[in-house]
């Protein structure tokens, strides 16, 4: 099999951002994701960090192409969209620090203790460890239940600020009742 007359697509990306890779009539091959600046390709075979897209290349485009790759070879075989879709997290008992994937390096585990003070200070609960700043991280915001994924880089405050009273998508519980119910937004007056 000729891999350049072997079309595929990308389906819809999960909550972590997971491209699913596809040929023919539906038939998944395998998904692929970024993970701080490498893309990771996800298949029958488990997990492989490819790296850095080529210059001018787009991440996704040259994952994608991998897997193709690999399957026109027959390295991998197709798997189910469930397989390699993203599960949302549950929340059995404490997190750790860090993410599975995350090296345990002291630059880490620094990052990750002030992110999670943070995140206690602001009351959001986190479902896994510390993904990184540009992963996506799942979270439940205290106030008011709301759950989806957050992005550390986006959700600090800036230059020592606080992070802005607007919490999520859907509303949460209003500007004032935020002032009110995180202390530190308070002494910020
Ligand atoms: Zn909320």
């Not at 029958?44 to 490819?50: A, C, D, K, L, V």
């Not at 620094?110 to 510390?130: I, M, N, Q, S």
Request: aromatic fraction near 8%; charged fraction near 20%; glycine fraction near 10%.
């Amino acid at each position: 099999m000729n891999t350049a007359t072997l079309s595929y697509r990308l389906g819809t990306p999960d909550w972590e951002r997971r491209y699913p890779v596809l040929v023919g009539k539906d038939t998944v091959l395998g998904a692929v994701f970024r993970w701080h600046r490498d893309w990771i390709t996800l298949t029958s075979e488990g997990e492989r960090n490819i790296g850095r897209p080529e210059k001018g290349r787009r991440g996704v485009d040259q994952a994608a192409a991998h897997v193709v790759d690999e399957y026109a070879t027959g390295r991998i075989t197709p798997v189910s969209l469930a397989a390699v879709t993203a599960a949302v997290p549950t929340l059995d008992g404490p997190v750790s620090l860090l993410h599975p994937r995350m090296p345990q390096t002291p630059r880490n585990i620094e990052a990750a203790t002030k992110a999670l003070a943070a995140l206690a200070v602001h009351r959001w609960t986190p479902y896994t460890g510390f993904p990184g700043s540009d992963n996506p991280w799942w979270q439940e915001c205290q106030l008011c239940g709301w759950q989806g994924p957050r992005y550390w880089s986006h959700q600090r405050g800036r230059n020592g600020e606080l992070p802005s009273t607007h919490r999520h998508t859907g509303g949460c519980v209003g500007e004032e009742k935020v002032r009110e119910l995180i202390p530190a937004y308070q002494r910020q007056q």
